[in-house]
């Protein structure tokens, strides 16, 4: 009789056999979920009806349809992708398509993480829970934002946004990557804020953007890996940027209330601390509650 063996070989590998664990839906740690995210909080339009009855939808240039069959591809409830063509303002015959999500749970789930109902291009704030940054930023980029080059030739990445919190977070997230400052202030014409990094900067931010392999709007990543050829003019300087103005200044600033006096506490210019006081007062700059945290 032959003798047991307590330690027989596997026939297979049964961990084989175990899928990995599903990402669930919207987890904003996951880099395609935190663009489509973005992307929805700035480009889609959540809509209450009676009952439980609702929808989300976001509507785009039919050339850019390979983005919805994207959300609708990462989207585990039933939803639905329609092409429609009408006059508007700039075109007679604007063909466009529209990608619906009509399921309670996933609406909720949506408008738990920050896309409220209703007007939104104000109220919208960034994620409050644990999120990719980059590709968020991203969503937000390809739906409201541009990549390209300037009629001089230089190469630009910039947003246009209602939201203060967002425009503030595009400057401090474009701040860490590239050490260049930006300041957010409304424009007259419209009330919104158009942030702009050029050059250098918005070679790197681009870069740091639009990596190799993410999920964007392909004619984006197409002109944001076209910015990485740029090259600055022979002899031309880059600017090295100002001292940066931390949040416990912003504050203490504030608190003072005097340019002159805040300039000894500070170590800084008076013209300095007057431009930055005139700055947070005029809500130019976000006030330090206001300031995102992270980048």
Request: glycine share 8%; with cysteine.
């Amino acid at each position: 009789m032959a003798e047991h063996d307590p330690n027989p070989p596997a026939l297979f590998d049964l961990s084989a056999l175990t899928p990995e664990a599903p990402v669930s839906f919207m987890d904003l740690e996951d880099p395609n979920y935190a663009y489509m995210f973005g992307f929805l909080q700035a480009d889609g339009h959540l809509q209450a009806g009676t009952g439980r009855k609702g929808k989300l939808s976001v509507e785009i240039n039919i050339r850019d349809i390979a983005i919805l069959q994207e959300f609708q591809r990462l989207t585990p409830y039933n939803s639905s992708i329609t092409e429609r063509t009408r006059a508007t303002n700039f075109s007679a015959s604007h063909h466009s398509a529209t990608w619906t999500l009509c399921a309670l749970e996933a609406r909720t789930r949506l408008n738990e993480l920050g896309i409220p109902y209703g007007k939104k291009s104000r109220k919208i704030t960034p994620p409050k829970v644990e999120f990719s940054r980059r590709d968020y930023l991203r969503g937000v980029v390809d739906a409201d934002g541009s990549v390209g080059y300037t009629s001089q030739g230089l190469p630009f990445i910039s947003l246009t946004t209602a939201s203060t919190a967002v425009g503030a977070y595009f400057c401090v997230y474009g701040r860490k990557v590239t050490g260049a400052q930006r300041y957010i202030g409304r424009n007259k014409r419209d009330d919104i804020y158009n942030v702009m990094f050029q050059k250098e900067p918005a070679r790197e931010l681009a870069a740091d953007l639009y990596y190799p392999g993410c999920l964007s709007l392909e004619r984006k990543q197409l002109a944001a890996t076209s910015l990485a050829a740029w090259e600055s003019p022979a002899g031309t300087k880059r600017v090295v940027g100002r001292r940066i103005w931390k949040p416990w200044e912003d504050t203490a600033l504030l608190k003072i209330g005097n340019a002159g006096t805040a300039a000894t506490e500070l170590n800084r210019t008076e013209s300095s601390c007057a431009l930055r006081l005139w700055r947070l007062r005029t809500g130019r700059v976000a006030a330090p509650s206001e300031t995102p945290t992270g980048y």
